[in-house]
Antibody
């Protein structure tokens, strides 16, 4: 069955970076894009961007350009998102989701907490 | 950015009651090819969102047919015909017609 398994919770200091992963299984990895979505209590759900898992091409929400960097390792069917120059506003749950004209499968989410 | 406004923000229902959620867009979601990229998702407590409806009115895989979606242009509706206990959670509409893709603020469905 299709699964997106995300890495564990992160506690990071302001100004640092974190890299979270999303390992796909149960389907042909390169047949679907992987998107990333941020969820906070205050801002709700925000689309960050997607990566073409075949070509590595990316599309970002302008708001997250310079904040998020999306990459992929086809050999391990894993997508990654690096968040840089972290501030408390980056504290959130981050989801990866499979995109094939809709988000049909989601990871379990990764809680990122930014605190000194 | 396209703003999706969901009403109501909270909905109290009894089991078996039929309810509707509205999602209004600040711009038409009909693209130049005649497609409307409007979706509905349900997030149950402690879980990730899950797909209910895609392209306005198409039921996601495994989604019960008590859920239905309708609408066009800027006005869309999700209807649940006979709420069941497993339907409780927060419902979100989402659009992928205009960049950046955006979500509505959510409608929390709770038991009365």
């Amino acid at each position: 069955q299709v699964q997106l398994q995300q890495s564990g919770a992160e506690l990071a200091k302001p100004g640092s970076s974190v890299k979270i992963s999303c390992k796909a299984s149960g389907y042909t990895f390169t047949s679907y894009y992987i998107s990333w979505i941020k969820q906070t209590t205050g801002q709700g759900l925000e689309y960050i961007g997607y990566i073409n898992t075949g070509s590595g091409g990316t599309n970002y929400n302008e708001k997250f350009k310079g904040k998020a960097t999306l990459t992929v390792d086809k050999s391990s069917s894993t997508a990654f998102m690096q968040l840089s120059s972290l501030t408390p506003d980056d504290s959130a749950v981050y989801y990866c989701a499979r995109w094939g004209w809709y988000f049909d499968y989601w990871g379990q989410g990764v809680m990122v907490t930014v605190s000194s | 950015d396209v703003v999706l406004t969901q009403t109501p923000s909270t909905l109290s229902a009894t089991i078996g009651q039929s309810v509707s959620i509205s999602c209004r867009s600040s711009q038409s979601l009909l693209d130049s090819a005649g497609n409307t990229y409007l979706y509905w998702y349900l997030q149950r407590p402690g879980q990730s969102p899950q797909l209910l409806i895609y392209l306005v009115s198409n039921l996601g895989s495994g989604v019960p047919n008590r859920f239905s979606g309708s609408g066009s242009g800027t006005d869309f509706t999700l209807k649940i015909s006979g709420v069941e206990a497993e339907d409780l959670g927060v419902y979100y509409c989402m659009q992928a017609t205009h960049a950046p893709w955006t979500f509505g603020g959510g409608t929390k469905l709770e038991l009365k």
